[in-house]
């Protein structure tokens, strides 16, 4: 399966969402980037590689520490690259989009390909739905007063302080990342078991090794916690901006696919760096809309779509990056007020 949430374009003048799908495809934002993608992964292959030669040749020093800080950035640039992987935003057939997801996702990072794409798919197409999007299940924390009055266990212990405890509960979100693509193992529907686990493990069997044949014992677990904990902080990061303090959905609320998608998604305003730190993903809204788009024609496609919008009068959000933190950290806590006015359980 891969991700495709955007409905087809009917032929007719048709809905809102295919007025504003054919003034994309006037602009021709869908074609693909070969020569673009070639770049960039070229370049992020030459690094990963570049990383891994320079662990061998410093061997066993402290500064491995410092190359702990730039594997955590390597593996969410190749997650990124993963997740444009399975929109099809790279290559056109699935087969190809398949194989070098498996190779990025599992092999790479040692993150399951396929269990991640049916998690992100059912996020795309019904992105903040308390039900139906698996992004805001109530597992670790609440998103909605309706949870937060349901919560129990861990979520109600967790949600009275969850704003504070957020960002440090994102440096275990690379080992909740292993865990959960472990776990998805054991599912029989899931496809590809057999490479899904060779790859996998694969990873995993050549990280500790060359962690513990190159660095002393105490070196390679602290290498270990440093890079696990950055990667996952900066995962999380990448995409706390994106919806979460955005209007929540339940039950039947089905708004059409275009407000569907705007009114739940925030935009973070970009500039070159902030548009290669997160992948283009800051650049929401567009891509919950467009999700095949490739990248680098998310930032084009912004002022098609925010224009169309108010000439709608749909609420389109952006804000920087810092504030869009805020916003989720504020929702994060007013949504944990029942809880710290709630007695604790005796």
Not at 3 to 22: E, K, M
Not at 25 to 35: C, M, S
Not at 201 to 209: D, E, N, R, S, V
């Amino acid at each position: 399966m891969t991700i495709d949430a955007a409905p087809p374009v009917p032929s007719s003048t048709g809905s809102d969402f295919a007025r504003l799908s054919r003034r994309i495809n006037e602009a021709g934002l869908l074609k693909r980037r070969p020569g673009y993608y070639t770049v960039r992964i070229g370049l992020l292959a030459a690094c990963y590689l570049g990383g891994l030669a320079a662990f061998v040749a410093l061997g066993d020093t402290w500064w491995q520490l410092l190359l702990a800080v730039v594997f955590a950035v390597l593996f969410g640039q190749v997650a990124l690259v993963s997740h444009d992987l399975a929109h099809r935003q790279v290559f056109r057939t699935r087969k190809l989009s398949e194989v070098a997801g498996l190779v990025a996702g599992n092999l790479g990072v040692g993150m399951s390909y396929g269990w991640w794409m049916d998690k992100h798919t059912r996020h795309h197409a019904n992105p903040n739905h308390e039900e139906l999007d698996p992004d805001v299940a109530p597992d670790i924390l609440v998103w909605s007063d309706d949870q937060a009055r349901a919560s129990r266990g861990i979520p109600r212990f967790l949600g009275r302080w969850q704003a504070f405890l957020f960002f440090p509960l994102l440096t275990l979100e690379g080992l909740n990342l292993h865990v959960a693509s472990v776990r998805a193992l054991l599912n029989p529907k899931l496809r590809r078991r057999g490479i899904e686990a060779t790859l996998l493990f694969g990873h995993f069997a050549c990280y500790l090794g060359a962690l513990f044949l190159v660095l002393s014992p105490g070196k390679a677990l602290l290498f270990l916690v440093i890079h696990q904990a950055l990667w996952g902080l900066y995962m999380g990061s990448i995409f706390a901006p994106n919806h979460k303090g955005m209007p929540m959905l339940s039950g039947d609320d089905r708004p059409d696919f275009l407000r569907r998608q705007v009114l739940t998604s925030r935009n973070v305003r970009g500039n070159w760096f902030v548009d290669n730190a997160l992948g283009g993903l800051n650049y929401q809204i567009e891509h919950h809309l467009f999700p095949s788009m490739p990248s680098p024609h998310l930032r084009r496609a912004q002022p098609i779509v925010r224009g169309y919008c108010a000439e709608l009068g749909v609420p389109y959000t952006e804000t920087g990056l810092f504030d869009s933190y805020a916003q989720a950290l504020r929702h994060l806590h007013r949504v944990g007020a029942s809880l710290r006015d709630r007695p604790s359980p005796e």
